[in-house]
């Protein structure tokens, strides 16, 4: 039996409502810098106490008086109910985002529903003048849910999983920080279903990843990518980019192969471990020039619990289909010797 080695942990989960700009007002900044400016984060502490014991906090929530998208997006406003009015009221960001940093402490798993929350943080932070790096543990529930509750990689959203839980339904709260809630509760039921299936023992490391391979660190958006040169044909093409030596981009130390390269569709895949940074996956897919010759182009880049099993389950996909192919090879054979 593994052990996990977890207790006690922190678990932050947040959530933010942020406004957008409007499409025929000339915005005072590029959207493509900041698409959504927050107005609003709320979040919830989960702290595990044990595979059965949960602590959840009270929630945190801060209101945030935008400065660059100050007229309510009406699509926007559709979702969480907010006017033109409401937005002039709230905190300046940088005082938010301190006063949010000081709740959460020192040890802790940041937590969210996808990764849009992430990236949106991110531009605000930039914006804003701070370090754009955040905390280098996070951890999306969303992948989690998918695979403890029903085993699926199809995206679900935070109703749907509140529903599949029968998480009793409440209206005392402002937007993100009901939502935070709700979050930390799918969380909470997500992470003693994990330790249920554990439990059970009938599933291996390959089929039912460590919890630890779900949360993987949001600031690691390194990756590597190159190219070979041109081929008259794809499998010189695929040769060639397939010998690309496999470096970590963050430390460049040699990377352990867990899965090596294999053909998928019209990409080739393959898995990779770096003993400090974490799992990496690679794909190289094949392209042709206007000369009507080819070039492999790879992409190496870190990948969180979710993305190494969708490679994983690629890879079992096509050795049952090996192993079937032989069985029918075999038959053909005795079925020729008897000829
Ligand atoms: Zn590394």
Same mark, same amino acid.
């Given at each position: ?24 007002? *000339? ?140 998480? *009793? ?6 937007? $993100? ?18 330790? $249920? ?38 499998? $010189? ?37 770096? *003993? ?64």
């Amino acid at each position: 039996m593994m052990t996990d080695n977890l207790f006690p942990m922190t678990f932050v989960v947040f959530d933010m409502e942020w406004n957008q700009p409007i499409p025929y007002i *000339p915005s005072p900044i590029d959207p493509k810098i900041l698409p959504g400016e927050i107005i609003d984060i709320g979040a919830v502490k989960v702290k595990m106490l044990s595979e059965n014991e949960y602590e959840l906090s009270r929630p945190f929530s801060v209101t945030i008086r935008p400065v660059y998208y100050r007229i309510m997006n009406k699509q926007v406003s559709k979702v969480i109910n907010k006017s033109t009015d409401d937005l002039k009221s709230g905190m300046p960001f940088p005082d938010a985002i301190r006063s949010f940093m000081d709740w959460c402490g020192e040890d802790y798993v940041l937590c969210a529903w996808g990764d849009s929350d992430i990236s949106i943080l991110r531009s605000n932070l930039k914006i804003h003048g701070f370090s754009s790096e955040i905390n280098d543990r996070f951890l999306d529930i969303q992948p989690l849910f998918g695979r403890v509750a029903e085993n699926t990689s199809q995206q679900r959203s935070v109703a749907y999983a509140v529903d599949f839980y029968r998480i *009793p339904q409440t209206d005392d709260f402002h937007s $993100a920080e009901r939502d935070a809630w709700y979050e930390a509760r799918v969380l909470k039921e997500s992470l003693i279903d994990y330790f $249920a299936i554990r439990a059970r023992g009938t599933e291996t490391e390959q089929t039912f990843p460590n919890l630890r391979t779900y949360i993987s660190n949001p600031n690691l958006t390194t990756q590597k990518k190159w190219k070979s040169e041109a081929f008259p044909t794809e499998r $010189a093409a695929s040769a060639k980019a397939l010998e690309e030596k496999m470096l970590c981009p963050i430390c460049e130390s040699d990377l352990f192969e867990e899965i090596r390269w294999f053909s998928s569709g019209h990409s080739f895949l393959s898995l990779w471990q770096c *003993p400090t940074h974490g799992a990496l996956s690679g794909r190289v897919r094949i392209k042709r020039t206007p000369k009507q010759e080819f070039y492999g182009s790879g992409q190496l880049r870190f990948v969180n619990g979710n993305a190494a099993r969708y490679v994983r389950e690629k890879w079992q996909e096509k050795n049952e289909k090996k192993e079937e192919n032989k069985e029918v090879a075999s038959e053909c054979v005795k079925e020729c010797d008897k000829l």
